[in-house]
């Protein structure tokens, strides 16, 4: 990785008395078994997703913290460290939440440096609020035409973004984890592929066989719905790709009807309702990104205080509650195959059966070829065949799909 990952700690081959030496370092005993970060494509739901309507003025609160947090005069990221200091907000109390929820605690078979490690959050609202919101004060005329950063989010990698810029734009550092919390069941879904860049390079990573074929790909497809948390590999390529969706359904969906009794706050506090809103948390260990500081003091008293919600825990369940919605999602959960410009679905198989992956010649699903900019140069493009009916039905739940491309998917351009 390109930043250390201190489940390495634990498998280490240093001698046992180093780690008496420095208390600040891992026993030395191989052991498999200790804790570490997990740094699959997965999700689950937060007690978000189960507020009653008794916290709906709570939730607006948040929906409008967001939509403050996005404003285009701000910072486009904001740090909170892992530890040394309380949060002053609802917003910094949920960055920490995520931290400590994918970060196991310090052990003697792991081990990370809480000085130096802490969470990256910001927001991302689509259709970006008139006036104030990111994009739509920073959009430049180039981007006057282009749908997928209006109402979707374009294929990118997570990285130190200023520490890119200061190397000429070819080194990417990546956080360990990326995560995205849905705060409303609006918009495109998130696309998470296996799809990596040179570190010190910034050229596309191709993976090949032994034959010289393309190396499979596996991707993560995850609807919004509230609440829920998606998390992954904070090194691979993501997007939320507004063309997933039905046509005109964004649209509708950011409809409201208006009344000539409503008052400008009820016409403000529907419109946050009606937008894509998710929070995004990066996670870094021993190292904090160039430029990335907390939310500015002078700004932190107009966003909810840590107790918005009450006695709350963002991943604490009641009697099971939780733990069942959650199995219900697993269960919802679709796993796709793609393979010589076919698809098909995996059923319930055995381990072994699914470990093949290989593409089934019944229950074939149709298969669209979508393109997409990288947004790099003109050149810098990605192919992907999309089961695009099938991930659209997923819609209806707020479910997530699980695929594999055996063959592959094509990359265009160098990254760089």
């Known amino acids: 990785r390109t930043t250390y990952d201190p489940a390495l700690l634990a498998a280490s081959s240093t001698k046992t008395g180093d780690a008496e030496h420095n208390p600040?370092?891992?026993?030395?005993e191989p052991d498999h078994n200790a804790a570490s970060v997990d740094?699959?494509?997965?999700?689950?739901?937060?007690?978000?997703?189960?507020?009653?309507?008794?916290?709906?003025?709570?939730?607006?609160?948040?929906?409008?913290?967001?939509?403050?947090?996005?404003?285009?005069?701000?910072?486009?990221?904001?740090?909170?460290?892992?530890?040394?200091?309380?949060?002053?907000?609802?917003l910094e109390q949920m960055a920490l939440e995520i931290f400590h929820h994918h970060v196991p605690s310090n052990s003697d078979n792991f081990y990370y440096d809480p000085e130096t490690s802490g969470a990256e959050f910001w927001v991302q609202l689509r259709p970006s609020p008139p006036g104030t919101g990111r994009y739509s004060m920073l959009a430049n005329d180039e981007d006057g035409n282009d749908d997928m950063a209006k109402s979707g989010i374009s294929f990118h990698w997570d990285k130190d973004e200023d520490l890119r810029l200061m190397s000429?734009?070819?080194?990417?550092?990546?956080?360990?984890?990326?995560?995205?919390?849905?705060?409303?069941?609006?918009?495109?879904?998130?696309?998470?592929?296996?799809?990596?860049?040179?570190?010190?390079?910034?050229?596309?990573?191709?993976?090949?066989?032994?034959?010289?074929?393309?190396?499979?790909?596996?991707?993560?497809?995850?609807?919004?719905?509230?609440?829920?948390?998606?998390?992954?590999?904070?090194?691979?390529?993501?997007a939320a790709p507004s063309d997933l969706m039905d046509d005109g359904l964004f649209e509708k969906q950011c409809k409201f009807a208006v009344t000539s009794e409503m008052d400008e706050k009820t016409k403000k506090i529907l419109a946050r309702k009606h937008r894509r809103v998710t929070f995004l948390v990066n996670i870094w260990l021993n190292y904090k990104p160039f430029n990335v500081n907390p939310f500015?003091?002078?700004?932190?008293?107009?966003?909810?205080k840590t107790d918005l919600f009450g006695d709350f825990s963002l991943f604490g369940g009641e009697s099971g509650d939780s733990e069942k919605i959650c199995d219900q999602e697993e269960s919802n959960t679709k796993t796709?195959?793609?393979?010589?410009?076919?698809?098909?679905?995996?059923?319930?198989?055995?381990?072994?059966?699914?470990?093949?992956?290989?593409?089934?010649?019944?229950?074939?699903?149709?298969?669209?070829?979508?393109?997409?900019?990288?947004?790099?140069?003109?050149?810098?493009?990605?192919?992907?065949?999309?089961?695009?009916?099938?991930?659209?039905?997923?819609?209806?739940?707020?479910?997530?799909?699980?695929?594999?491309?055996?063959?592959?998917?094509?990359?265009?351009?160098?990254?760089?």
């Open 168 to 238: 000429g734009g070819s080194m990417y550092i990546h956080p360990h984890i990326s995560t995205v919390t849905y705060l409303t069941n609006l918009g495109a879904p998130t696309c998470v592929l296996s799809k990596r860049v040179d570190p010190m390079t910034g050229e596309y990573v191709q993976e090949t066989n032994n034959d010289g074929s393309a190396s499979a790909v596996d991707g993560y497809v995850s609807w919004p719905k509230r609440g829920k948390h998606l998390s992954f590999d904070g090194g691979l390529l993501h």
């Open 24 to 28: 600040k370092r891992a026993k030395i």
């Open 336 to 416: 796709v195959i793609i393979c010589e410009g076919k698809a098909s679905v995996l059923g319930k198989k055995t381990s072994a059966e699914n470990e093949s992956k290989s593409c089934s010649t019944t229950n074939l699903i149709k298969v669209n070829k979508m393109a997409y900019s990288m947004g790099q140069k003109e050149e810098d493009s990605i192919e992907i065949l999309m089961p695009v009916d099938l991930i659209q039905k997923q819609a209806e739940t707020g479910s997530d799909m699980a695929i594999t491309w055996n063959d592959g998917v094509v990359l265009s351009g160098t990254g760089t």
């Open 39 to 90: 740094y699959s494509s997965k999700t689950t739901l937060t007690k978000l997703a189960s507020l009653d309507s008794s916290l709906e003025k709570e939730m607006n609160d948040l929906l409008f913290d967001c939509e403050i947090t996005d404003c285009g005069l701000l910072p486009r990221t904001f740090w909170v460290p892992a530890a040394g200091t309380e949060p002053r907000c609802y």
């Open 296 to 304: 500015p003091e002078t700004m932190i008293g107009n966003l909810s």
